[in-house]
Structure formats: structure tokens, C-alpha cells
């Protein structure tokens, strides 16, 4: 049998050293060459803290100019992302192809028509203040057909790849599975916020009719998919420490289908009336309320498995962007139930959630901000293996 001899380790570079190469793989020759699905959970997290603001309960008014600022921010955002996105598919096409065949970044594909709903409701809700309600109405309609269309793809072709493509393993389950088949629940939330806008008759019942099909398709899958993380976690423990946060996205069907539920609901007079109107509107309540109270059980669940990550270590990566939008979705459906019923309780959860999550957001931000402009290692394509 032969020896093998092993060279000495380089010495570690300097700090000045690896900074420089951080700036030397990031050159803008390859700048758009790491460009993927998942910086669109930048807009999502940021387009929420706009649009939680606006229908807030009682201080909704005074956090108005704020929340126009962000939602402003993350359309500005959306626009960066979907023309870097081209520069990526055109200048790194083999790459940027092979993203459907990962089976963990394939599900992410459910992050861009997340983010036009998100970016689209947000104009109808405080972009109006700026560029007036036709053309707010005409913005959001654009945006909420492309995210629709998309979510649904996504909803049916990610699955599917996971069926017949993707090697699985038995711990493979992580919160990131359930990203393509949410945006039809965030459709069918944004859609209850155009239903007034439809032209009435066939048109609006249509619309209201989509959106709850809409709502039971992704509720189902999403049970579904929830299902399969709780039975992961029990069998096989927490995993990776890099996929600790997406255990936070869970919250997101969850409290976008009570905002879905109770928005549909407030708007079901406008398609039907008396007892059947009467009835869409409880049915926001009593699914609600329960829904709510699993979504508390999984959020103290989360909660303190990424305290109990942290204390070790938790390497900072885009899926801290899990902390934000599905909070987000979570405040929206609290304030919801919070109208509906009129709870003041109800109403001081909401705004104890939303400081939660601007605090999130907040961080996030600012540690995107810097691994991505200040540092580069986010947009640095992969260091390759030896």
C-alpha cells in the first residue's frame, strides 16, 4: 500500500486578504452569476411590513407615510431582482437552469410570484397615496394575474419534480417544501382586496370562486406538507443549523389562510347576500381562531429551536428571511380577526406581532445589506469543491 504524504494547511489569509477576495469574486463580470430564487424573499419580507402596517389596528394612520416608504422600497426591489434575474438567465443560462433540479432550491421557485402579490397588494393598499387608485388598480391587477399564474405553476411543477426528479431522502422535509404551494393562498388574500374593483356579476363571483378554490388547494397541500416537517423533526431532530429558520415559514399558510379567510369573508356581500354572505364571514372566524391558536403552538415551537440553534451557532444566510413574511402573514390575519370580532386582545397581539416583525425585518436587512453590498459573500458564486 503506498504512504501518502499530506501538504501543511495554508496559513489563514489575512482578514484585509479575504476581504479582497470576497471583492474579486464578485466582479461585476460576475455579479448576476448567483441570482437565486430565493433573493425574492427579500421583497416578500419587505413588502409585508408595508402592507401589515396599513390595515394595522388603531395606529394604522400614523405608521401610513412609513409603511408607503417600505412598500416603495420593496417595488423597487421587485424591479432590481426580476431585471437581475434576466441578466442571470442570459449571461449564466446553464446555471440558472439547473435550479429546478436541486431539490432544495427548485422549491424556492415559489418566492417570485409571492413577491408580486406582496408588491402588488401593497400598491392597491398604500401605493394609491402616490400614483393614484386607477393606477393603483391597474398595477395590482397586472401583478396579481403574472403572480397567479405563476403560483400556480409552481404549486403544480415543483411538487411534481419532487415526484419524479428529485432525490429524497427520509429527513429531506423542511419548510422550505411548502414556498410553491403557498402563493395560491397569497393569491387568493390579494385577490379578496380586488374583488371590489371586478365588474360585477359573473366577473366578481368568478373571482370570489377562484379565490377560495384557490384557498383550499394550497390549505390542503400545505397540511399536508406541515404534516410531513412535524414528523421529520420528531424522527430525525432539528438538522442542519442553516435550516433552522425556515421552520418559521410554517407560520406562513397558516396566518395568510386566516388573512385569506377573513378578507374573502368581509367581501362576500359584494357577490352574495343576507345569510349566505352572512355565513362566508363567520366562516373567517370560526376557521381563524383555531388556526390561530396551532399557529401560537408552532411559533413558540420555532421560537425556541432557533434560540436553542443561536446559543451554539446560526450561520446568517438568505433563509433568515423566513423570519419576516411569514410573521407578516400572521399580523394581517390577527388584525383580520381582530376587525371581525372586535377583540381588543385580538388588537394588541396584532401590534405586539408587527413590532416582532419589524424588529426581524430590520435585522435581516441590515445583514443582507452588508453580505451582499458591503461584504459580497452573498452574491459570490459557490467556492468550488477540490
Known amino acids: 500500500m503506498k504512504s ?14 479575504r476581504r479582497l477576495l470576497l471583492r474579486d469574486l464578485v466582479h461585476p463580470a460576475q455579479a448576476f452569476s448567483n441570482i437565486t430564487p430565493n433573493w425574492f424573499a427579500s ?3 419587505t413588502g409585508i411590513v408595508a402592507n401589515a402596517a396599513a390595515t394595522l389596528p388603531i395606529i394604522a394612520p400614523v405608521l401610513r407615510i412609513p409603511a408607503t416608504i417600505v412598500w416603495a422600497v420593496a417595488a423597487l426591489l421587485l424591479v432590481a431582482l426580476v431585471g437581475a434575474t434576466a441578466v442571470h438567465w442570459l449571461r449564466h443560462r446553464q446555471t440558472a437552469l439547473s435550479h429546478h433540479l436541486n431539490p432544495v432550491m427548485a422549491h424556492f421557485y415559489g418566492a417570485p410570484p409571492m413577491a408580486m402579490l406582496t408588491v402588488g397588494a401593497g400598491t392597491l393598499l398604500l401605493g394609491k397615496d402616490v400614483i393614484g387608485l386607477p393606477a393603483a388598480v391597474t398595477v395590482d391587477s397586472v401583478l396579481w394575474a403574472i403572480g397567479t399564474v405563476l403560483g400556480l405553476f409552481s404549486a403544480i411543477a415543483v411538487p411534481y419534480l419532487t415526484f419524479t426528479r428529485h432525490e429524497i431522502a427520509e429527513d429531506s422535509a423542511f419548510g422550505g417544501w411548502l414556498m410553491p404551494v403557498v402563493p395560491p393562498m397569497v393569491s387568493a388574500a390579494t385577490g379578496a382586496l380586488l374583488l371590489p374593483y371586478v365588474p360585477a356579476g359573473q366577473p366578481r363571483l368568478t373571482m370570489l370562486l377562484a ?9 390542503v397541500a400545505s397540511v399536508i406538507v406541515i404534516t410531513l416537517i412535524w ?58 381562531v383555531p388556526v390561530l391558536g396551532f399557529a401560537l403552538l408552532w411559533a413558540a415551537l420555532a421560537g425556541g429551536i432557533t434560540l436553542r440553534t443561536a446559543r451554539e451557532k446560526l450561520p446568517f ?14 399580523v394581517t390575519g390577527i388584525t383580520g380577526l381582530a376587525l371581525h370580532t372586535g377583540s381588543v386582545v385580538l388588537q394588541g397581539l396584532a401590534i405586539i406581532a408587527y413590532a416582532g416583525l419589524v424588529t426581524a425585518w430590520i435585522t435581516v436587512a441590515v445583514r443582507t445589506f452588508h453580505g451582499s453590498v458591503i461584504r459580497g459573500t452573498l452574491l459570490a458564486p459557490p467556492m468550488p469543491v477540490a
Open 4 to 17: 501518502v504524504t499530506l501538504s501543511p494547511a495554508p496559513a489563514p489569509a489575512p482578514v484585509a486578504s
Open 43 to 45: 421583497v416578500m419580507g
Open 211 to 219: 379565490c377560495y378554490a384557490m384557498f383550499g388547494l394550497s390549505l
Open 231 to 288: 414528523g421529520r423533526l420528531a424522527r430525525h431532530k432539528v438538522g442542519a443549523a442553516a435550516a433552522v429558520p425556515t421552520l418559521w415559514i410554517v407560520l406562513g399558510p397558516l396566518g395568510q389562510s386566516i388573512t385569506a379567510a377573513n378578507l374573502l369573508g368581509g367581501n362576500a356581500h359584494l357577490v352574495f347576500s343576507g345569510t349566505f354572505a352572512r355565513g362566508l364571514e363567520l366562516f373567517g372566524i370560526v376557521y381563524g
Open 317 to 330: 444566510s438568505l433563509t433568515w428571511w423566513s423570519f419576516t413574511f411569514p410573521v407578516g402573514t400572521c
